[in-house]
């Protein structure tokens, strides 16, 4: 992990989903109710619910509105239909950008992530055109003065991680997404603080960008995670911690 890390924009999307907590909170319910709807309550043998109910927790939603949107997707209470989509486009400067969105009316959604495309100098692309791109993985970001270096690699190691990254600011662990529920919850156990934790869409390799034009990216990068119907936004941009810093304080 260098200076272009994913790890600013990791420390970037935290400050952003704390100031707006109710909209992280209402799509982290989302996620768990259409994980449950697909594969059933039992977290135990639904995969995808148990990554979804522990990155809830892990942001502090209520135990009784996890329940609640469980009960949602199961069918016990009555709750919206969502869809699933995901959405392919390129940023400026040829970055790669996948959208992953949970909606009830697929056509307005599209229409809207494709104006915002246009909007911030991108443009949504056919199916296929970048997801070969990214690779799913779980992934866990840990800040430096949790742990020496060493401590972390071998943690990593202890863990079966199938990858970890050392840089200023901290540690990066990749697992297989099977690994990942299992990881976070030994993380838990060893209480070891994590920045940041996802079932993630990780990219293969990355587009460095100079300062002026990393800056649209993540103007678009911002609009597109502040869209109601959308879940999570991964992009194979490498950026430094001061173009986020300028783009957080000045706005979109």
Same mark, same amino acid.
């Given at each position: 992990?260098?200076?272009?890390?994913? =790890?600013?924009?990791?420390?970037?999307?935290?400050?952003?989903?704390? &100031?707006?907590? @109710? /909209?992280?909170?209402?799509?982290?319910? /989302?996620?768990?109710?259409?994980?449950?709807?697909?594969?059933?309550?039992?977290?135990?043998?639904?995969?995808?619910?148990?990554?979804?109910?522990?990155?809830?927790? &892990?942001?502090?939603?209520?135990?009784?509105?996890?329940?609640? %949107?469980?009960?949602? *997707?199961?069918?016990?209470?009555?709750?919206?239909?969502?869809?699933?989509?995901?959405?392919?486009?390129?940023?400026? @400067? *040829?970055? &790669? +950008?996948?959208?992953?969105?949970?909606?009830?009316?697929?056509?307005?959604?599209?229409?809207?992530? $494709?104006?915002?495309?246009? /909007?911030? *100098? @991108?443009?949504?692309?056919?199916?296929?055109?970048?997801? =070969?791109?990214?690779?799913?993985? @779980?992934?866990? %970001?840990?800040?430096?003065?949790?742990?020496?270096?060493?401590?972390?690699?071998?943690?990593?190691?202890?863990?079966?991680?199938?990858?970890?990254?050392?840089?200023?600011?901290?540690?990066?662990?990749?697992?297989?997404?099977?690994?990942?529920? $299992?990881?976070?919850?030994?993380?838990?156990?060893?209480?070891?603080?994590?920045?940041?934790?996802?079932?993630?869409?990780?990219?293969?390799?990355?587009?460095?960008?100079?300062?002026?034009?990393?800056?649209? +990216?993540?103007?678009?990068?911002?609009?597109?995670?502040?869209?109601?119907? +959308?879940?999570?936004? =991964?992009?194979?941009?490498?950026?430094?911690?001061?173009?986020?810093?300028?783009?957080?304080?000045?706005?979109?």
């Amino acid at each position: 992990m260098s200076g272009h890390s994913k =790890w600013a924009q990791i420390k970037h999307k935290k400050a952003v989903t704390d &100031a707006r907590r @109710g /909209k992280a909170f209402t799509k982290l319910l /989302k996620e768990i109710t259409v994980a449950a709807r697909l594969g059933g309550g039992d977290a135990d043998g639904n995969p995808r619910l148990r990554a979804a109910i522990l990155e809830a927790k &892990a942001s502090n939603v209520p135990n009784d509105n996890i329940a609640r %949107a469980i009960k949602k *997707g199961t069918g016990e209470l009555a709750g919206e239909a969502y869809e699933e989509a995901i959405y392919e486009g390129y940023a400026p @400067g *040829g970055v &790669a +950008v996948l959208v992953a969105t949970l909606t009830d009316n697929r056509n307005r959604t599209v229409s809207e992530i $494709r104006h915002l495309f246009v /909007k911030h *100098g @991108g443009n949504l692309a056919e199916s296929g055109a970048v997801a =070969w791109a990214f690779r799913k993985r @779980g992934y866990f %970001a840990i800040e430096r003065r949790t742990l020496a270096e060493e401590a972390a690699m071998e943690l990593a190691l202890e863990l079966g991680a199938e990858d970890v990254e050392s840089g200023e600011d901290g540690y990066e662990i990749f697992t297989s997404v099977e690994d990942f529920a $299992r990881v976070r919850e030994e993380l838990d156990r060893r209480r070891v603080p994590v920045l940041a934790q996802e079932l993630a869409m990780v990219p293969q390799s990355y587009v460095k960008l100079p300062e002026p034009r990393a800056a649209p +990216v993540v103007r678009l990068i911002e609009a597109l995670e502040d869209h109601d119907d +959308v879940q999570k936004v =991964w992009a194979n941009l490498a950026i430094e911690s001061r173009v986020l810093a300028g783009e957080a304080g000045g706005g979109n």
